[in-house]
Each structure stands twice: as structure tokens, then as C-alpha cells.
């Protein structure tokens, strides 16, 4: 299921990332890469406001596709804009927390699912809880003196000495 998605909206929902981090979008891209890949290649577009205009070419690849508006205005209508022309409207979801989009995904039968949700799909994602080792808890067998002398005798060694 490919996603659109509104960056900067899913940017303020996630923490310890600013809207005021140099590398914000850098950042979530990152994410969102991982989160493609676990996903076996989901396709993902990501559409950003005040960013670089311009569509820099370092931050596409693995899966999402990212382009840049000049202003909250124009990513939000571009948003919509790629939401009126998705052909198959049930195959897709569109993050976002803003009413106007939502709607426009609404009214064309797409799945909306809340940024701040999402961030925590992408959080879980990102990392994984890890698999707890287990501990053994029991003591390890002490050999008694005889399986010492065997151990001894089979490698040559009489109990006593030691190899330096």
C-alpha cells in the first residue's frame, strides 16, 4: 500500500526531530527509508513545506520519493493536487493531521491515518525491540577430581603443572 505523506506535519509529531533541525527532512527521510524496506519496498512520497526548493536528488532513493513546495500553501495543494490524480484511491493512505487533506483523501475513499500515529508506527519501525538473550541462570558443572586426572592424562599434562 503506498503512502503520501505530508513531512513536515509528520515531522512535528516525531520526537526528539524539530522543524527547526538544519536536517529535519534529512532525517524523517531516513526513517521512512527503513520503513519502506521492512515493508518490502513500499512506495512512499513525502511532500515537504518550506524546504529546498527544487527537489534535491540525495534524499530520493530506497523507496521514497520526496518533493519540496515553496510554501505551507503549495505543499498543501500539491498534496491535494496528487490526491485527485491517484488512480486506484483504495490502494493508497495519505499521512497528515490536516483537516483540508484528510478530507480531500476522505472524499476520494483513501485511508487517512494521523501523523501522530504514524510516528509512532514509524518510531516501532525504526527500532525494533530486541529479542531478549537468555541468561542461564544455572551454575556450570564442577568436574570432580577424577575427570580432572582424565582431562589431565588425555592432553599430556600432569595435575600440577601448567602451560606457560
Not at 12 to 17: D, E
Not at 34 to 44: C, E, H, Q, T, V
Not at 111 to 139: C, H, I, M, W, Y
Request: a neutral charge.
Amino acid at each position: 500500500m503506498p503512502l503520501l505523506i505530508d513531512g513536515h506535519n509528520l515531522i512535528a509529531q516525531m520526537p526528539g526531530m524539530h522543524l527547526s533541525d538544519a536536517d529535519d527532512e534529512a532525517q524523517l527521510v531516513l526513517l521512512l527509508r527503513r520503513y519502506a524496506a521492512l515493508r518490502r519496498g513500499r512506495a512512499i512520497i513525502v511532500v515537504f513545506d518550506h524546504g529546498v526548493y527544487g527537489h534535491p536528488q540525495y534524499l530520493d532513493g530506497y523507496g521514497v520519493t520526496c518533493c519540496f513546495a515553496r510554501s505551507p500553501q503549495d505543499a498543501d495543494a500539491h498534496l491535494i493536487r496528487r490526491i485527485n490524480a491517484i488512480d486506484r484511491p483504495r490502494a493508497w493512505t495519505v499521512v497528515t493531521a490536516d483537516r483540508r487533506i484528510a478530507q480531500a483523501a476522505m472524499t476520494r475513499g483513501i485511508k487517512v491515518v494521523d501523523s501522530r500515529t504514524f510516528a509512532q508506527t514509524l518510531l516501532q519501525s525504526a527500532n525494533p525491540p530486541r529479542r531478549q538473550q537468555r541468561v542461564d541462570t544455572e551454575k556450570p558443572e564442577q568436574a570432580d577430581h577424577s575427570e580432572v586426572e582424565e582431562w589431565l592424562r588425555l592432553f599430556g599434562e600432569k595435575e600440577g603443572e601448567h602451560l606457560s
